[in-house]
């Protein structure tokens, strides 16, 4: 089945920690997306990439970091300089410069302990 | 960079009714896009209209899309307790969408 598949879809971490988010497409896109949702808030973009080994910042890429080494594969690292890194984490591919439609994965929820 | 706001927030109705909701947005776009989320889950799209189109159907959906007063509407027909969720809009860019905060709708049976 085609599709986005994110893991681990529970992660806790200790303050000062770094941990990786993994994020999987089988749908041949060549963008892909991290978004950061938080209690009643709606989507932020953390960072982007269009294409194999090229990515982008978004909107609070500051404490995330990411790669993107493989088509499939845009795994997100949270690193101990995210203040406040407790939040529900979304990847998403696309095809196309103009998008068409998002696919998502069904998320990790990310809890710093 | 721009966002869609939605409107209402939170809407409580009857199975069986109608749900309107509306969405905002600050510069011209491409296209607007509304997307569901249940709880706790990933976001599935729902229907895309472009910046020459103003209306659009799918299924019990239908979307309007007014460019001078840079809004939309997502209405949903005879509601049922599956519809349930939360509601977004987002909007293009270039290589991003950026999506509002989303009204939550409850179905009551």
């Known amino acids: 089945d085609g599709g986005i598949t994110q893991s681990p879809k529970y992660l806790f971490r200790k303050e000062g920690q770094n941990v990786t988010l993994s994020c999987e497409q089988n749908?041949?896109?060549?963008?892909m997306y991290w978004y950061r949702q938080d209690p009643g808030q709606g989507l932020r973009l953390i960072y982007y990439s269009q294409i194999v080994n090229d990515f982008q910042k978004g909107d609070i890429a500051e404490g995330y970091s990411v790669s993107r080494e493989k088509k499939e594969s845009f795994p997100l690292t949270v690193t101990s300089a995210q203040k406040n890194p407790t939040a529900f984490y979304l990847c998403?591919?696309?095809?196309?410069?103009?998008?068409?439609?998002?696919?998502f994965g069904q998320g990790t929820r990310l809890t710093v302990v | 960079s721009q966002q869609g706001e939605e409107d209402p927030q939170a809407l409580s109705i009857q199975e069986g009714e109608n749900a309107t909701m509306n969405c905002s947005y600050k510069t011209s776009i491409n296209n607007l896009q509304w997307y569901r989320q249940n709880s706790g889950r990933g976001l599935v799209h729902l229907i895309l209209?472009?910046?020459?189109?103003r209306e659009k159907h799918s299924g019990r959906l239908r979307v309007t899309l007014d460019t001078s007063k840079k809004s939309s509407s997502l209405l949903i027909t005879a509601s049922r307790a599956a519809d349930t969720a939360s509601y977004l809009c987002a909007t293009d860019l270039p290589y991003q969408l950026t999506f509002g905060k989303g009204t939550k709708l409850s179905v009551i049976p």
């Open positions: 749908l041949n896109h060549d963008a």
């Open positions: 998403a591919s696309s095809s196309g410069v103009v998008i068409a439609e998002a696919f």
């Open positions: 209209i472009r910046s020459n189109e």
